[in-house]
């Protein structure tokens, strides 16, 4: 049986890829807290993948969120490609960060962009692992929390901790984190150490008072950019499929201008989508395709017209 694929773009495998542009695939934990319990966002990938084929007969259509039709020739995939999902086992979190991290650096020496769709927030980890080859980065985050956490129930590598191990990668020189707000970012410390390595946090606040600008002003001109998106860096009142939803946020206009600030001021390197809980999504899987459309308009970005 074939397998479903991203908006129905062509599947391929991580071992035999042909100069492709973009390649997608999934991951649905690195490091759980709980030894053997799945994540909380483990079916994430496949429900986006399925969200997505509501829009796969459009890709060939005009797309107002980019300007332009990211496919024009609904035979020309553009080099995109899905490669599926990498086996990831709820007990074996050193086998699943070695597996996401050696995909992503496959991905890389094939020349093409990763677009990984989590999957918990541990996942952006391996991701941003394989590109030490790849640097220097800018790590551009949306999230509502600074996931600086260090040592959370005996594990430095879990959900609560990706920004912190980001930041100690030598390829990782800037950070730019979007959208905190409310509880859950630990205590004063965390942000202190993130403020004081050089992450330029942009809370909810400043995005109220200085629209997203406040953001995109803050990301260094001609970079390359790691984007990680945290799911409930958007705000639930649209969003409510997250493990913590926190009150406020982006709207998902605001993220697509980000995205297009991005590419227009650099480069963007690769994109890890994570904290999609489809448990907690409507009948219908409005968050699912709202999360599907940020990836389609990042593949659009990279792309070009």
């Known amino acids: 049986m074939t397998r479903p694929t991203f908006a129905a773009l062509p599947a391929a495998d991580i071992d035999a890829l042909d100069q492709p542009s973009i390649v997608l695939f999934g991951a649905s934990e690195a490091t759980p807290y709980d030894d053997g319990e799945p994540s909380h966002s483990a079916e994430a990938p496949a429900a986006v993948r399925a969200a997505s084929l509501g829009f796969a007969r459009q890709l060939s259509q ?181 493990a913590m939803p926190t009150p406020g946020g982006l709207r998902y206009e605001e993220v697509v201008l980000l995205l297009t600030a991005l590419a227009e001021r650099g480069e963007i390197a690769g994109l890890v989508l994570a904290e999609y809980v489809p448990a907690r999504d409507d009948p219908h899987r409005l968050c699912a395709a709202m999360a599907a459309r940020i990836v389609a308009v990042t593949m659009g970005l990279v792309l070009g017209a």
Not at 194 to 202: K, P, Y
Not at 211 to 221: F, H, N, S, T, Y
């Open 62 to 242: 005009i797309d107002f969120d980019l300007g332009f039709t990211p496919f024009p020739d609904p035979n020309d995939a553009r080099g995109v490609v899905d490669v599926g999902d990498v086996d990831t086992r709820p007990q074996d979190a050193a086998g699943n960060r070695e597996r996401i991290e050696a995909t992503t650096r496959t991905v890389l020496n094939a020349g093409a962009v990763p677009i990984l769709l989590g999957g918990d927030d541990s996942v952006p980890i391996p991701f941003a692992s394989a590109f030490a080859d790849h640097g220097p980065l800018t790590v551009v985050q949306i999230d509502a929390h600074v996931d600086w956490g260090d040592d959370i129930r005996g594990e430095p590598l879990g959900y609560g901790s990706p920004m912190r191990r980001l930041a100690e990668m030598p390829h990782v020189t800037g950070m730019v984190q979007v959208g905190v707000r409310g509880l859950g970012s630990g205590g004063a410390w965390q942000i202190e150490d993130a403020r004081g390595w050089g992450s330029r946090i942009v809370t909810a606040y400043d995005l109220i008072r200085g629209g997203i600008d406040a953001a995109i002003d803050q990301v260094p001109a001609g970079g390359r950019y790691l984007v990680s998106i945290d799911c409930d860096g958007i705000d639930p009142a649209v969003f409510p499929a997250v």
